[in-house]
C-alpha cells in the first residue's frame, strides 16, 4: 500500500472540512460575574439541547485566603447534593524553583455528597485567582451517571502555580438540572463565569 503526501503545503488553500469532519462550537448560554456572593448558581438552560455543557472560569476570587473553590450538582432545582466519585491531582512549580507532581487525597471524592474541589489552597491576593473549564457530559440523560473533568489554573496562596485536573462523575441517573460554585468558606468576591452549550 501506498503512502500518499499532499504536496500543497498551504493552509489557505483550504476552503472546507472535509465531510467527514465536525467542527464543534460553544454557544454561549449564560454569563454570571461574582461581587461579594456566597454561591453562583445555574439553574436554566440546562438540558437535553446539548450532550455537553462547559463552564469557563475567569479570575475567581476569594475573600478569605486558603480556601477550595468547588461545585455540586442537583436533580431538583434546589438541593446540590448529588452521590460522587472523582479523582484529584495537580502539577505544580514554585517560585522558589520547586516543582513536582501530587494526588491530593483531601480534594477526591468517594461516594460522596459533598462539593467537589476543583482548585485548592486558592489565596485571596490578587494575583492568585484561578481560571479554568469544567465540562459536565450528558446531563439530562437519565440512564446514566453524569461525567464531569475539570482543567484549572491556579496560583496557591503558597505561591504555587498550579495545573490542575479532576475528573469524576455524578452517580445518578436522574437528569442534573443545575450546578452551583462557591468556595469552602466565604464569598466569591470577584469573578466571572460563563456557561457554554457545545454543539
Same mark, same amino acid.
Given at each position: ?5 499532499? /504536496? ?10 472535509? %465531510?467527514?469532519?465536525?467542527a464543534k462550537? *460553544?454557544?454561549? *448560554? &449564560?454569563? =454570571?460575574?461574582? &461581587? ?5 448558581d !445555574?439553574?436554566?438552560?440546562?438540558? %437535553? ?11 475567581i476570587?476569594?475573600a478569605?485566603? /486558603?480556601?477550595?473553590? #468547588? ?8 438541593n446540590f ?16 524553583? +520547586? ?11 468517594? #461516594?460522596?455528597?459533598?462539593? =467537589?474541589?476543583?482548585?485548592? +489552597?486558592? $489565596?485571596?491576593?490578587?494575583? #492568585? ?11 439530562? &440523560? @437519565?440512564? !446514566?451517571v ?6 484549572m489554573?491556579n496560583? =496557591? =496562596? ?8 479532576? %475528573?469524576?462523575y ?6 442534573? @438540572? ?6 469552602a468558606?466565604? /464569598?466569591?468576591d470577584? $469573578?466571572?463565569?460563563?456557561?457554554y452549550?457545545?454543539?
Amino acid at each position: 500500500m501506498a503512502i500518499k503526501a499532499a /504536496n500543497d503545503k498551504s493552509m489557505s488553500n483550504i476552503t472546507a472540512l472535509p %465531510s467527514g469532519v465536525s467542527a464543534k462550537s *460553544l454557544i454561549l *448560554l &449564560s454569563t =454570571q460575574t461574582a &461581587s461579594s456572593s456566597a454561591t453562583i448558581d !445555574f439553574t436554566s438552560n440546562i438540558d %437535553s439541547t446539548y450532550d455537553v455543557y462547559c463552564f469557563k472560569f475567569y479570575n475567581i476570587h476569594p475573600a478569605t485566603n /486558603n480556601v477550595k473553590f #468547588q461545585f455540586n450538582l442537583t436533580t431538583d432545582g434546589t438541593n446540590f447534593n448529588v452521590t460522587k466519585t472523582s479523582t484529584y491531582f495537580a502539577a505544580y512549580h514554585s517560585e522558589a524553583d +520547586d516543582a513536582g507532581i501530587s494526588y491530593s487525597t483531601g480534594s477526591d471524592l468517594a #461516594q460522596s455528597t459533598s462539593d =467537589q474541589p476543583i482548585a485548592e +489552597d486558592v $489565596g485571596s491576593d490578587n494575583d #492568585q485567582a484561578p481560571s479554568g473549564s469544567l465540562f459536565l457530559y450528558n446531563p439530562s &440523560s @437519565t440512564t !446514566f451517571v453524569k461525567h464531569y473533568l475539570a482543567v484549572m489554573s491556579n496560583s =496557591q =496562596q503558597t505561591d504555587y502555580s498550579q495545573n490542575i485536573f479532576v %475528573s469524576g462523575y455524578g452517580n445518578t441517573t436522574s437528569a442534573i @438540572t443545575g450546578v452551583r460554585f462557591k468556595f469552602a468558606s466565604g /464569598n466569591i468576591d470577584a $469573578g466571572t463565569i460563563k456557561m457554554y452549550g457545545v454543539v
